[in-house]
Structure formats: structure tokens, C-alpha cells
Nanobody, 119 residues
């Protein structure tokens, strides 16, 4: 059984920074990519950032230049450094992993961590 455990969420003032972490554990053969999505109240879940095991990244324009995703393949952990945070970044942030385990290649999701940007 694979688990993704997120940490690092919280309350921060506009302009501040937060770093999210997500560690994958369990019977993992290989991680192909990891990423972060977010969902604000009343809105659909949206992409925040993705990274392949080889280090290729993808960001939407809304976070480009402010957020940085990185991966530690040795630790099966993905990080999201968020700078210059805005109130509209407030959401539950979900970690996701595209990986292969005993059941084949599939996507896993974490439980989510709340990020609140407010003065």
C-alpha cells in the first residue's frame, strides 16, 4: 500500500513564503512524476506544479516565477517552495504521484494540507 503524506501547510501573511513537503512510502517500484494540485472553496481542483523523476517541471502561469517544485528521488519526496504568496493562493494543496507498484502504474493522492494566506 502506497501512502503520500503532506506537511508544511499553515497560515501566512500576503507576501510570505511556505514550503510544502510530500513523502511517498510503501511498496514503490519507481516514481515517474510527482506534483501538486490545489482546490479552493467552491472551485475545481487545479494544477500547481509537476516534476518528473528526471527533473522536468511544469507550472501554470498563475504560479510561475513564485513557486518552485523539486524532487528528492532518494527520499521519494517532493517539495513545493511557495514565495510571494497571495490571498488567492489560499486552498487545500494535494500531493500526487505517478508511480509503479505491485498493482502496476497508477496515480496516488495525499490527504491534502491547508494553506491560508491572510493578514
Amino acid at each position: 500500500q502506497v501512502q503520500l503524506v503532506e506537511s508544511g501547510g499553515g497560515l501566512v501573511q500576503p507576501g510570505g513564503s511556505l514550503r510544502l513537503s510530500c513523502a511517498a512510502s510503501g511498496s514503490i517500484f519507481v516514481i515517474n512524476a510527482m506534483g501538486w494540485y490545489r482546490q479552493a472553496p467552491g472551485k475545481e481542483r487545479e494544477l500547481v506544479a509537476t516534476i518528473t523523476a528526471g527533473g522536468s517541471t511544469n507550472y501554470p502561469d498563475s504560479v510561475k516565477g513564485r513557486f518552485t517544485i523539486s524532487i528528492d528521488n532518494a527520499k521519494d519526496t517532493v517539495y513545493l517552495q511557495m514565495n510571494s504568496l497571495k490571498p488567492e493562493d489560499t486552498a487545500v494543496y494535494y500531493c500526487t504521484a505517478d508511480l509503479s507498484d505491485y498493482e502496476g502504474r497508477q496515480d496516488y493522492w495525499g490527504q491534502g494540507t491547508q494553506v491560508t494566506i491572510s493578514s
